[in-house]
């Protein structure tokens, strides 16, 4: 029997949600949440001896301290394997799970596998440290996840090799290991052109996939701000109070455009926060500290900027998809140049 030890965040830890994102790290000397499934999927090999919890956003303020508290942990444990999440589109847990997946790989030397959405930021900073299962966008697809990652963790604890990315379910490392195969390159490359011409393209497939990376030019410098007609837009969730528009928290479908005419300063009664991937109290309770209305009054009385448009657009960046965004994208900057803007303040979380 082997030994697991589980990292958890603070919700699938059972501890809270968004109220309980400050707690340090904690241990729990048993399966808690998702660390039950897991356990009991791989009851015949593998107990699992321990869950670490901590608050998402404790980790994302003190990674270096969080993390070497963590790391005490697991040495006391000292496990055979290394479970975290899965964090699926989470903004702040999946950069959390692969942070401490990868610290647990470099000193310990064991291995680490945690689950997340192709999209989670943190799969593009951590896949090349750790096995990241491909998971669904949402909790939803929990079932599958652990299915997923609970068949790679038996494999490695029973000693079968694993095999690449396309078959085992799990993202690309960057990492490329030599196979042997039956067939010669010749053979295999004058496969793929034939099922290229018989129309076959996902048959056909390759052997050397490439990234594609969007190319966006940069706009060129404001020739003169103090003329210039500038606008607000923000991907942090901000709407009037109550949320009349239904924006939702995460996974955003839509954008708003919000007036802010005949306003200087944006009051918490009138409007508020609905984002759902970090702590806004502190938004809600200045909505300012996400759009800088009040500030860009400020500068246009005092001609630092020409003129200042009288909306907004806004909408939700927590977990929204990147076909949603550059579709979002697309529209609000054809919206912008047709109101004669050049140029934006774009905030963020």
């Known amino acids: 029997m082997i030994k697991i030890v589980h990292y958890l965040n603070q919700f699938f830890g059972q501890i809270g949600g968004e109220d309980k994102a400050d707690i340090p790290p904690l241990v729990r000397h048993e399966p808690v949440g998702p660390a039950m499934a897991f356990a009991a999927q791989l009851k015949d090999i593998a107990t699992v001896s321990a869950t670490i919890i901590c608050g998402d956003n404790y980790i994302a303020g003190n990674q270096e301290q969080a993390i070497e508290t963590i790391m005490g942990f697991i040495r006391e444990e000292k496990p055979?394997?290394?479970?975290?999440?899965?964090?699926?589109?989470?903004?702040?847990?999946?950069?959390?799970?692969?942070?401490?997946?990868?610290?647990?790989?470099?000193?310990?030397?064991?291995?680490?596998?945690?689950?997340?959405?192709?999209?989670?930021?943190?799969?593009?900073?951590?896949?090349?440290?750790?096995?990241?299962?491909r998971t669904a966008n949402s909790v939803a697809g929990m079932r599958q996840a652990v299915t997923a990652m609970s068949?790679?963790?038996?494999?490695?604890?029973?000693?079968?090799?694993?095999g690449p990315a396309a078959v085992e379910g799990y993202l690309p490392t960057g990492h490329r290991r030599n196979i042997w195969s039956d067939r010669t390159g010749a053979v295999r490359a004058v496969d793929m052109l034939l099922a290229v011409l018989d129309g076959k393209d996902e048959e056909a497939g390759t052997e050397l996939p490439m990234p594609v990376f969007d190319e966006v030019v940069p706009a060129a410098p404001l020739a003169d701000p103090a003329?210039?007609?500038?606008?607000?837009?923000t991907e942090g969730g901000l709407v009037p109070r109550g949320n009349p528009d239904g924006l939702e928290s995460s996974r955003a479908s839509k954008y708003l455009r919000l007036s802010l005419e005949g306003l200087q300063t944006l009051a918490p009664e009138s409007f508020q926060t609905?984002?759902?991937?970090?702590?806004?109290?502190?938004?809600?309770?200045?909505?300012?500290?996400?759009?800088?209305?009040?500030?860009?009054?400020?500068?246009?009385?005092?001609g630092v900027i020409g003129e200042l448009a009288d909306y907004c657009?806004?909408?939700?960046?927590?977990?929204?998809?990147?076909?949603n965004s550059k579709e979002f994208g697309k529209a609000i900057a054809a919206a912008l140049k047709a109101d004669n803007v050049q140029g934006v303040i774009l905030t963020s979380t």
């Open 313 to 323: 657009f806004t909408t939700t960046g927590n977990g929204t998809s990147y076909n």
């Open 80 to 133: 055979d394997l290394f479970l975290a999440g899965p964090a699926f589109n989470a903004g702040r847990y999946g950069p959390a799970c692969g942070a401490v997946c990868a610290a647990v790989a470099a000193e310990l030397h064991i291995p680490v596998i945690t689950g997340m959405y192709p999209e989670n930021p943190g799969a593009e900073l951590y896949r090349d440290k750790a096995l990241i299962i």
């Open 151 to 162: 068949a790679l963790a038996r494999k490695i604890a029973t000693g079968v090799p694993v």
């Open 227 to 233: 003329r210039a007609r500038i606008a607000l837009v």
């Open 274 to 302: 609905v984002h759902g991937g970090y702590n806004n109290a502190f938004v809600n309770a200045d909505p300012c500290r996400l759009l800088p209305l009040d500030v860009c009054r400020e500068l246009v009385a005092e």
